[in-house]
């Protein structure tokens, strides 16, 4: 990794900076314990007081300083073992993983927890980690690869978790707003556990120092000064998930501290092995001890107004976009499998063949289902009573995939980058957090409202990812930062939001799932009149979007306005995927399958790209909403939680196949 340091002052060193933020901790804990004393001074005997603080404050502080020095450690043996400086617990899909085990269990079989609640969120971890490398294993492990698996799989959890909660309901909904990161203590168990894992953690740790210094080279290099490398590998990772899974277990997933705390460590100086993995913990305790102070001062007489986790991707957000710029150019986009094919001739022929599939899967899916006697062909006067509830769940399902399919198209296209798309660049989780303010702020906000503020939240996120992929030279592994780092804010708000309860909570929770068995005649027709009137602009910009990917200096130079160009283009993929969002969720992934499954097919040029995607989103999305509603027939499965699952692990094997072939 490329050496990082930090802006300094004249005589100004980074350990003076971690020393002056220690010192703020120490005052902001402070704070805390007088506060506390005055809210309680009144009508509060001293044994009460000490209760207080002996058994909630106090082990509140421990933990929040262990956990963030456990997270560190797992981010920063993630990061050197793996040669990769976006690996953490959150962006493998280790959190996620460990979440979900543990939403399972308390659903189906809660005797796992009260076994170990432990084991059962290291076996989600290990589960998760297993899945990521497995896939991303033919591509050597390549950085970009790694996250967008562990992205794609914690998507998958993520809509998992929210399909649960909507069918268990308030049983688990306790634990998806505990999962938010709250560190509320009792006692000290929570504490001591973490705190001898990271004992352990870390005597294990620095016993591999030397092996660990030598991972910083390539395989081979590694090889021939005597490390195991595999068997490395995946003992470093074995610790690093224990790790991650016992803060989840206690405190629920706290993200951002795993990735920060290694990153900060570096900007400081750390480069060797035993510098990294003493400085990460500290910096990663100190992050969310801060944290934690600040969110306990803003506690009104009710709690906290945000889960400590919630408050971490609140500020962790901003500091890694304004880390971006900082960063090196390091990791390498991955190959495009269809990049090198040639184009088709007659691109008019596919698309027309793609309309034609569409359609005969429009009236498949109509037609086709399961009812009390079977599997069934509807006609005559059953069709007739069954397109009053079909039709505007297949019509809302097809608009909703062709937009989301076009807005990738066109992020592709604008930066230049087959990764780019709603759903890993954060747009879709900036919808949600437009969505969510529209519930809070109205009482009763209305259709047109709601969609207008998905797509306003949806404007701003994009806005703000090509903003900094602009001053970081739209690379690969930045563009890829800043979507984290949005959608980490994004779910931090969305947390929140959940943490505070109301009747907006679960609304949203049907919304991250993505359901469209909800949607009626009305909002039907409204969706697809917005999905052809923003697909009409597309006819008139395909000059510009065969010469933007070219860069501003040369398409400028073939007569592109680049400025106004990007504004509109910007401005049009935002609005498809607000509008598109707010129908099928954040979660699908027709975003990225979508463009990667039209290149694959030699449909590249300009205009004829972005169409054809969006017809392949919207066969997609099609099929998904009819095995949502019939794979567990009489009930409804989510739309948004099909198109994930299906389409989470394809979009991992085009990347691995386009790693195998020109990687």
Same mark, same amino acid.
């Given at each position: ?59 509140? =502080? ?8 456990a ?5 920063? /043996? ?35 927890? =009260? ?57 688990v909904?306790?634990l ?53 490398v ?14 991650? =899974? @016992?803060?989840?277990? &206690? ?28 400085? @990460? ?6 992050? %969310? ?5 600040l ?24 500091? !890694? ?18 990049a ?23 009236a ?94 949806? /404007? ?66 409204? /969706? =697809? ?5 923003l ?14 990917p070219?860069?501003?200096?040369? @398409? ?11 504004? %509109? ?25 979508g ?26 999305m ?15 499965l989510?739309?948004? %939680? !099909?198109?994930?699952l ?9 990347? &691995?196949?386009g ?5």
């Open positions: 990794m490329a050496e990082l340091t930090l802006p300094r002052a004249a005589g100004l060193r980074p350990v003076h900076i971690w020393i002056a933020l220690g010192a703020l901790g120490i005052f902001l804990f402070a704070l805390v314990l007088a506060r506390q004393t005055a809210m309680t001074g009144e009508g509060m005997t001293p044994a009460l007081r000490d209760l207080l603080l002996w058994h909630s404050l106090l082990p509140r =502080a421990a933990t929040a300083l262990l956990a963030g020095a997270l560190g450690l797992s981010g920063a /043996l993630l990061q050197r073992v793996l040669r990769n400086p976006i690996a953490d617990p959150s962006t493998l899909g280790i959190a996620a993983g460990a979440q979900l085990a543990l939403t399972l269990s308390l659903a189906f079989a809660p005797a796992l927890l =009260a076994f170990s609640r432990e084991g059962t969120a290291f076996a989600g971890g290990v589960i998760a980690v297993a899945l990521v490398l497995a896939l991303s294993w033919r591509r050597d492990f390549e950085p970009v690869t790694v996250v967008v698996a562990g992205m794609t799989l914690s998507l998958m959890a993520g809509a998992m978790s929210a399909a649960l909660i909507l069918a268990r309901g308030d049983y909904f306790s998806f707003i505990w999962g938010a990161g709250s560190l509320h203590q009792q006692n000290w168990q929570p504490a001591m556990l973490i705190g001898t894992r990271l004992a352990l953690g870390a005597a294990a740790a620095f016993l591999l120092l030397r092996p660990l210094d030598l991972m910083i080279l390539d395989d081979a290099g590694a090889k021939s000064l005597g490390v195991a595999q068997g490395m590998r995946l003992m470093v990772i074995a610790i690093a998930v224990w790790l991650a =899974a @016992s803060v989840v277990s &206690q405190a629920g997933v706290i993200g951002f501290v795993g990735l920060a705390a290694p990153a900060f460590a570096r900007l400081s100086g750390a480069r060797r092995a035993g510098t990294l993995l003493l400085a @990460s913990p500290l910096i990663g305790a100190l992050l %969310l001890w801060i944290t934690d102070s969110v306990q001062l803003t506690a009104g007489g009710g709690g906290d107004l945000i889960p400590t986790g919630a408050a971490v991707g609140l500020l962790g957000g901003p500091l !890694l976009l304004w880390l971006l710029p900082r960063l090196p150019a390091s990791l390498r986009a991955p190959a495009d499998a269809a090198h094919r040639r184009r088709l001739r007659r691109p008019g022929r596919a698309l027309a063949l793609l309309a034609g599939g569409a359609a005969l899967v429009t498949f899916t109509l037609l086709a289902g399961r009812g009390l006697d079977g599997w069934t062909l509807a006609t005559g006067p059953l069709l007739a009573d069954l397109l009053v509830f079909r039709a505007p769940r297949v019509v809302a399902a097809a608009a909703a995939g062709g937009l989301l399919g076009a807005a990738g198209a066109i992020m592709q296209r604008l930066t230049g980058n087959p990764l780019a798309g709603p759903e890993v660049l954060g747009v879709s989780a900036g919808a949600g957090v437009g969505l969510a303010a529209a519930l809070l702020l109205v009482p009763e906000p209305g259709t047109a409202l709601l969609l207008g503020a998905s797509a306003g939240g949806a /404007l701003g996120a994009l806005l703000l990812v090509l903003a900094m992929a602009a001053l970081t030279g739209f690379g690969a592994e930045k563009l890829l930062l800043s979507g984290i780092a949005l959608s980490c804010m994004g779910l931090a708000i969305l947390s929140a939001v959940f943490a505070a309860g109301g009747p907006g909570s679960f609304r949203l929770l049907a919304w991250m799932s993505g359901s469209t068995d909800t949607v009626g005649v009305a909002e039907a027709w409204i /969706l =697809a009149a917005c999905a052809l009137v697909m009409l602009p597309i006819v008139l910009t395909h000059r510009w979007l065969n010469l933007l070219l860069g501003p200096a040369v @398409s400028g130079s073939l007569g592109v306005p680049v400025v106004a160009s990007q504004v %509109l283009l910007t401005l049009l993929a935002a609005i498809m995927t607000g509008v598109a969002a707010f129908f099928v969720g954040p979660l699908s992934l027709i975003g990225l399958i463009p990667h499954l039209a290149r694959l097919t030699g449909l590249t040029d300009g205009r004829t790209f972005v169409f054809s995607s969006a017809l392949i989103g919207a066969l997609l099609l099929l998904a909403d009819w095995l949502a509603r019939t794979l567990a027939f009489p009930y409804q989510p739309t948004g %939680l !099909l198109a994930a299906v389409g989470g692990p394809y979009l991992i094997w085009l990347l &691995q196949r790693g195998s072939r020109h990687g």
